[in-house]
């Protein structure tokens, strides 16, 4: 078992930052992908961005690309999404989750092969 924790959330005016971590227990962090996912009110969960375990390969969606950073320190099990220039359509709740990967390099974007998600975390942005 894996268990995630994310904090970070809040409300904040457009423009600007937040991060959000994810701390992970339970089983060995660098065995697992990570990746952020959001869900608004009335819509699917989708995906925001993913780690692979190496650390060295990413994945971001397009609606995020070039405003925030996924990173993640294996010293201290934790994921961070880095977001900046937030807009009122980044509101949502954010979820992290883990993915075990037999590979270093794999990124997994597709909520269906997460294994292990946390509770989320609020992100208001108002205009």
């Known amino acids: 078992q894996v268990q995630l924790v994310e904090a970070g959330g809040g409300l904040v005016q457009a423009g600007a930052s937040l991060r959000l971590s994810c701390a992970a227990s339970?089983?060995?962090?660098?065995?697992?992908?990570m990746g952020w996912f959001r869900q608004a009110p009335g819509k699917e969960r989708e995906f925001v961005s993913a780690?692979?375990?190496?650390?060295?390969?990413?994945a971001y969606a397009d609606s995020v690309k070039g405003r925030f950073t996924i990173s993640a320190d294996d010293a201290k099990n934790t994921v961070y999404l880095q977001m900046n220039g937030l807009e009122p359509e980044d509101t949502a709740v954010y979820y992290c989750?883990?993915?075990?990967?037999?590979?270093?390099?794999?990124?997994?974007?597709?909520?269906?092969?997460?294994?292990?998600w946390g509770q989320g975390t609020q992100v208001t942005v108002s205009s």
């Open positions: 339970g089983r060995t962090f660098s065995n697992y992908a």
């Open positions: 989750a883990a993915a075990f990967t037999a590979s270093m390099t794999t990124v997994v974007v597709t909520p269906q092969n997460y294994r292990y």
């Open positions: 780690i692979a375990r190496s650390g060295r390969k990413t």
